[in-house]
């Protein structure tokens, strides 16, 4: 019995002791940023009182968290909309340009077209007046002398060629050759001219009556014209 009993051994006796922190090493923080926490505001009576002053450092949102930007089809946000915009808005055809400058072209050609149809009919109406009408004297033989030439009349009446012959500047003797009609718009307003000239070489001036660049040539016999 007494065997068995020194056998046992003894447990250990616990005991209650107070802990110090200070025995423990603490860990300093591991993050990078070091964060301030604003002092305590000290406020003021209400007649003095003004907005509290936020002190300490600003914490700068993530990228992440920040709201998307629209980028109109671009992919990534780190491409500059209004820089991309520049590079492709060169290569667009200017198709409303080119528009605006071929109907201003044409607006500016029929304009001097019309001016300068205008300007010649200005100028014919200075000349030739309305009906268009030429006149010229000469000595053809038929009755006249230097002092009383005979005096031709050419004349565009209402698209009909008319030529008049006053032999000798005798009315009496008034002769009327009948020309062309002349066919097309603004034809009654076409001057018709003439000249005298010896056409065939018989000595005999010939009468010659101009229309644009189309001419008639009347042959003179000695004591009147006739159709070539």
């Known amino acids: 019995m007494e065997t068995m009993q020194a056998r046992k051994q003894a447990q250990p006796i616990e005991y209650d002791i107070e802990e110090d922190d200070a025995l423990y090493q603490t860990r300093m923080p591991s993050s990078v940023r070091r964060y301030k926490t604003a002092p305590p505001v000290q406020r003021k009576p209400p007649e003095k009182q003004e907005k509290p002053a936020i002190q300490g450092t600003l914490i700068q949102r993530r990228r992440s968290s920040l709201s998307p930007r629209r980028t109109n089809g671009i992919a990534s946000n780190a491409i500059d909309p209004a820089k991309t915009a520049g590079l492709y808005g060169h290569k667009r055809f200017p198709i409303v340009a080119v528009l605006v400058g071929m109907v201003m072209t044409m607006v500016l050609v ?57 032999p000798g500047g005798d009315v009496s003797r008034t002769r009327i050759f009948i020309g062309p009609v002349l066919y097309g718009d603004g034809q009654d307003l076409t001057p018709v001219t003439g000249e005298v000239r010896d056409v065939n070489g018989d000595g005999k001036p010939d009468l010659i009556v101009h229309i644009q660049d189309q001419q008639i040539v009347f042959i003179n016999d000695g004591t009147t014209f006739h159709t070539q």
């Open 110 to 166: 029929m304009t001097i077209a019309a001016l300068n149809s205008w300007w010649h009919v200005y100028q014919d109406d200075l000349h030739y007046g309305r009906p268009r009408t030429f006149q010229l004297d000469a000595v053809v033989g038929h009755g006249d002398t230097a002092s009383n030439p005979t005096h031709f009349i050419f004349m565009n009446l209402r698209r009909q060629v008319e030529i008049i012959e006053i």
